[in-house]
């Protein structure tokens, strides 16, 4: 199993402009979450997704959405694109959503927002 | 509200010299929580957790209830220990949102 992946590996956006993310979890595992990870700070919780429905929800506006399809894969969008998305984000997934699940990273999509 | 406070961002020491890198938390429930490691360019992976209160790759961490502390130490680092590590805590319970500090670079020099 090559683990988690996600693509692109980067990606160059102008704002105002929109992005999708995708990322592969693991197989068998059933969820999903999503991080974005700023220069120099660690990574930020965005949503979680299990079976196929938001189960978590962290500090950010509603331009980030997110969806999870019914083979587990889950893409993250970004509308209205701003400077201050540039970074790092980061996909996750666990073979359930609860706490003792641990948490698989992929290698992340590095997002450059000009 | 929960927070993760790493207060140094760089900590530099020779082979063989013991290691503690502090992490420090504010939940007002019951956390579980991890230490997660980046060597270079490899990806984020977890090094160890409270609950499995194991010794990995020589590494311990002690949940410090009272002092809201989970910090890891390593008796004698090794050059290969060099990495960014981050200290994270979740909620006990059905969901696994991980909140993170902001990480300190560990070098071990020869």
């Known amino acids: 199993d090559a683990g988690v992946t996600q693509s692109p590996t980067h990606l160059i956006k102008t704002r105002g402009q929109h992005v999708t993310l995708r990322c592969s979890p693991i197989?068998?595992?059933?969820?999903v979450s999503w991080y974005q990870q700023v220069l120099g700070q660690g990574p930020q919780f965005i949503f979680q997704?299990?079976?196929?429905?938001?189960?978590g929800r962290g500090n950010f506006p509603d331009r980030f959405s997110a969806r999870q399809f019914p083979n587990y894969s889950s893409e993250l969008n970004v509308n209205a694109l701003l400077l201050g998305d540039s970074a790092l984000y980061l996909c996750?997934?666990?073979?359930?959503?609860?706490?003792?699940?641990?948490?698989?990273f992929g290698p992340g999509t590095r997002l450059t927002v000009l | 509200a929960q927070r993760v406070t790493q207060p140094e961002k760089l900590l530099s020491v020779f082979k063989g010299a013991p290691v503690e890198l502090k992490c420090n938390y504010s939940?007002?429930?019951?956390?579980?929580l991890f230490w997660y490691v980046q060597y270079s360019r490899q990806r984020l992976q977890l090094l160890l957790r409270?609950?499995s209160r194991e010794s990995i790759k020589g590494f311990t961490a002690d949940l410090n209830k009272g002092e809201t502390s989970f910090h890891l130490k390593k008796p004698f680092a090794q050059e290969e220990d060099s990495a960014m590590y981050y200290c994270?805590?979740?909620?006990?319970?059905?969901?696994?949102?991980?909140?993170f500090g902001k990480g300190i670079t560990l070098s071990v020099r020869p």
């Open positions: 197989s068998g595992h059933k969820s």
């Open positions: 409270h609950i």
């Open positions: 939940y007002s429930g019951s956390p579980e």
């Open positions: 996750a997934s666990s073979k359930n959503r609860g706490s003792y699940n641990e948490q698989f």
């Open positions: 994270a805590l979740t909620p006990s319970g059905a969901n696994s949102k991980l909140t």
């Open positions: 997704y299990y079976e196929k429905e938001e189960r």
